[in-house]
T-cell receptor
Framework: AQSVSQHNHHVILSEAASLELGCNYS??????LFWYVQYPGQHLQLLLK??????LVKGIKGFEAEFIKSKFSFNLRKPSVQWSDTAEYFC??????????FGTGTRLTIIP | NAGVTQTPKFQVLKTGQSMTLQCAQD?????MYWYRQDPGMGLRLIYY???????DKGEVPNGYNVSRLNKREFSLRLESAAPSQTSVYFC??????????FGPGTRLTVL
């Protein structure tokens, strides 16, 4: 079955630390990849997306993600996090059908 | 543009009561979706509509029905609410590239 895994359930970092959140999916075909962010009490917003081309994609607020096809991964990174990055982060994959499949999310807490 | 709107924002029901969650989008998107979000389980797709006039089951459709009233509106109905349906419900819409735009959510409690 097609699935999306986010192994980090809760990550706690200090401000200015570097961030990497993992996302893996189980499918060998063509995929479209997304990272969404949900700030406390708000709805999901798109951070970045990958459809084709340069596997390193840049999104809003200094986030970037790298698509590594051989590892079925699309990890999210940020060189230096801020307190305002405290949120829940969701990886989502379109497996060539009409919908997205979401991971279970990673809660990120930034300590000032 | 208002984007994706949902009503109500909050609702408390008793077991066995029915209700309809409303969703509308003004972006002329073809596809619309209903998700539920529960702690530790991420977003799970309940139903979706790839185009006006079509609906399909998602991962967790039991206990729900949907209606794609027109291109703008996609409603979710709970015929007989159960405590297991206590959740936050999100509606979303997308155009061809599957980038989904989300509504603000409805927080539903079933007692």
């Amino acid at each position: 079955a097609q699935s999306v895994s986010q192994h980090n359930h809760h990550v706690i970092l200090s401000e200015a630390a570097s961030l990497e959140l993992g996302c893996n999916y189980s499918y060998g075909g063509t995929v479209n990849l997304f990272w969404y962010v949900q700030y406390p009490g708000q709805h999901l917003q798109l951070l970045l997306k990958y459809f084709s081309g340069d596997p390193l994609v840049k999104g809003i607020k200094g986030f970037e993600a790298e698509f590594i096809k051989s590892k079925f991964s699309f990890n999210l990174r940020k060189p230096s996090v801020q307190w305002s990055d405290t949120a829940e982060y969701f990886c989502a994959v379109n497996f060539g059908n009409e919908k997205l499949t979401f991971g279970t999310g990673t809660r990120l807490t930034i300590i000032p | 543009n208002a984007g994706v709107t949902q009503t109500p924002k909050f609702q408390v029901l008793k077991t066995g009561q029915s209700m309809t969650l409303q969703c509308a989008q003004d972006m002329n998107h073809n596809s619309m979706y209903w998700y539920r979000q529960d702690p530790g389980m991420g977003l799970r797709l309940i139903y979706y509509s790839a185009s006006e006039g079509t609906t399909d089951k998602g991962e967790v459709p039991n206990g729900y029905n949907v209606s794609r009233l027109n291109k703008r509106e996609f409603s979710l109905r709970l015929e007989s609410a159960a405590p297991s349906q206590t959740s936050v419900y999100f509606c979303a819409s997308s155009i061809r590239d599957y980038e989904e735009y989300f509504g603000p959510g409805t927080r539903l409690t079933v007692l």
